[in-house]
């Protein structure tokens, strides 16, 4: 039973479209985050939901639009993409106030500009 | 400069090796320290969990943080092909469950 799952998995498009990746989780967890990983394997925070509040915004560029329907969803809207855009977009979740909270990460979504 | 430092690596050891990660940081506010372990084409999975300064064990895995010198370790024993993967680590602030500050991670591969 998957605990963070995304969707979809490879996502090829061309620039200046405008794409969605989904995420969701079942562990019960109140946080939520989009994490970017690089080319060489650098994995870089985007933003944070807390019970549907964003909470950590990381300098991401306005094309990129986190959203959450609610505390076990959290979806990433991208506009008019760019070749820079290629990456592997990780959700995970976590239960905020737990000192000892563990991130679970989903599987990616390797998204590919062309 | 980077908050946290890793060599990313390549590390080739042939199996049954003891294998020795590391991670240097530059923020003397962290205090949880974590190893992630990612298979490829995966998500980064927890594999061990310390907090502040100290050494814990798992099985072959052994953590070490120590943060008067702002560095980490990951301590693999009896390393096996299984265990080929990227091993990054990361850390945060108290208080701050989800911002993960992670290395660059270390691509090991582990040969029978």
């Known amino acids: 039973d998957t605990a963070v799952s995304q969707t979809p998995k490879y996502l090829v498009t061309q620039m200046g479209n405008d794409k969605s990746i989904k995420c969701e989780q079942n562990l019960g967890h109140d946080t939520m985050y989009w994490y970017k990983q690089d080319s060489k394997k650098f994995l870089k925070i985007m933003f944070s939901y807390n019970n549907k509040e964003l909470i950590i915004n990381e300098t991401v560029p306005n094309r990129f639009s986190p959203k959450s329907p609610d505390k076990a969803h959290l979806n990433l809207h991208i506009n008019s993409l760019e070749l820079g855009d290629s990456a592997v977009y990780f959700c995970a979740s976590s239960q905020e106030g737990r000192a000892d909270s563990e991130a679970f990460f989903g599987q990616g979504t390797r998204l590919t500009v062309v | 400069q980077k908050e946290v430092e890793q060599d990313p690596g390549p590390l080739s050891v042939p199996e049954g090796a003891i294998v020795s990660l590391n991670c240097t940081y530059s923020n003397s506010a962290f205090q949880y320290f974590m190893w992630y372990r990612q298979y490829s084409r995966k998500g980064p999975e927890l594999l061990m969990y310390?907090?502040?300064?100290g050494n814990k064990e798992d099985g072959r895995f052994t953590a070490q943080v120590d943060k008067s010198s702002k560095y980490i370790s990951l301590f693999i024993r009896d390393s096996q092909p299984s265990d080929s993967a990227t091993y990054l680590c990361?850390?945060?602030?108290?208080?701050?469950?989800?911002?993960?500050?992670f290395g660059q991670g270390t691509t090991l591969q582990v040969k029978p």
């Open positions: 990361a850390m945060r602030l108290s208080g701050n469950t989800g911002k993960l500050i």
């Open positions: 310390t907090y502040s300064s």
